[in-house]
């Protein structure tokens, strides 16, 4: 016997909410062994997932199976994370990569400002 894909995504706290899981399987983020999943395929204990979720590919295994969600401190019983921190890391740089440090009391950038800005990062 298994659980939903969506059920479970959701109840290890992937997705902050049921229709966000469902929706990411609708449009192909969840997927196992390289095959998307639709939000009814049922998993098992052993399963390895694969989630793509704000630009990160996150890795799953399922320790074991549960329909309602739990705390944060009871997800590790239920989910091995086996996410590389290269992941991690590359939201950090996409977070600093988009910010441009501007001295106090200048204001918000001008067009040439902005046409200067852009040359400089080859966009």
Known sequence: MGVRVDKWIWAVRIFKTRSQATD???SGKVSMDGVALKPARNIEIGDHIE???DQINMEVEVLDLLEKRVGAS?????MKD???ESEYTKIDLL???SF???Q???GRPTKRDRR???RFKDF
Do not use: D, Q, S, W
């Not at 009871?74 to 239920?78: Q, T």
């Open 24 to 26: 990411a399987c609708k």
């Open 51 to 53: 989630i793509k979720k």
């Open 74 to 78: 009871l997800v590790p019983k239920f």
């Open 82 to 84: 086996l996410t590389p």
């Open 95 to 97: 977070k600093n990569k």
């Open 100 to 102: 441009e440090y501007r």
């Open 104 to 106: 106090r009391g200048l």
């Open 116 to 118: 200067t800005l852009n």
